[in-house]
């Protein structure tokens, strides 16, 4: 986990924002396609913060991938593995962290993201959630025959916990960048920070 700090001068609001955050971590928290991962690094690169992704870390410390772990060893060591990561990656904040979309339901997980983190629930409807989930099959969870049940059925199971989240910023089939800019007007907001930080156009963007 290196630094990742793209900001050497921030700007005035920019500069509060970091100092009101101090040592925690903004936490991306949600459903599958959300855009979690996507916007979690879009803000990270404007903000200046290292970006991690909670199961690129896993997949990292365990040289498997999250279907390959799945697989072998099943979701209740996944979601240990997952609880695991993440509090030890909340010890090193700030940073911008992006959970996979059960780890909010793990009570613990959430304790140590309310202590440590500003939590943020990116909520999107369930026809943008399917169109951006069919693109990969790299979520084993929705490996079946009817994924869009799946989904509808843990959005009945998990919005209730994901509503707990400090922030809660309505996603929708936009530009990254638009999205991004909400999630951080809704954090200045939410600190207490006067001003506007601009999110520029075509940052480097990656899957
Ligand atoms: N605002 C957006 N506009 C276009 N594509 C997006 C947007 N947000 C996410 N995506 C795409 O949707 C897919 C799922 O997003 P991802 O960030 O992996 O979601 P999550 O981490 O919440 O599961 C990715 O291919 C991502 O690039
Ligand atoms: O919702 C879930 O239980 C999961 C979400 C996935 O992450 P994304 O939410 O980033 O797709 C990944 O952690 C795993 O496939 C399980
Ligand atoms: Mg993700």
């Not at 690169?45 to 390959?68: A, C, K, N, W, Y």
């Not at 790299?138 to 989904?151: K, T």
Request: glycine share 8%; net charge negative; hydrophobic share 40%.
């Amino acid at each position: 986990m290196t630094p990742d700090v793209q900001t050497p001068f921030p700007d005035a609001s920019t500069a509060a924002l970091l100092e009101r955050l101090g040592a925690r971590s903004i936490v991306f928290v949600g459903l599958m396609g959300a855009g979690k991962t996507a916007i979690g690094r879009k803000v990270s690169q404007v903000l200046g913060l290292r970006f991690i992704d909670s199961d690129h870390e896993i997949e990292s410390v365990s040289r498997m991938t999250i279907p390959e772990l799945f697989e072998r060893y099943g979701e209740a060591e996944f979601r240990a593995l997952e609880q695991r990561v993440i509090g030890r990656v909340l010890e090193s904040g700030p940073q911008v962290l992006s959970t996979g979309g059960g780890a909010f339901m793990n009570a613990q997980t959430r304790s140590a993201i309310a202590a440590q983190g500003v939590s943020v629930w990116l909520r999107a409807d369930l026809d943008l959630l399917m169109e951006r989930v069919s693109k990969k099959q790299n979520r084993p969870l929705l490996q079946n025959a009817d994924p869009r049940a799946v989904l509808a059925k843990l959005m009945d199971e998990r919005y209730p916990v994901y509503g707990l989240a400090d922030l809660t910023v309505a996603t929708r089939d936009d530009r990254k960048e638009a999205i991004a800019s909400e999630v951080i007007e809704a954090l200045c907001s939410h600190l207490g920070v006067p001003g506007r930080i601009h999110v520029s156009e075509g940052s480097e963007d990656h899957e």
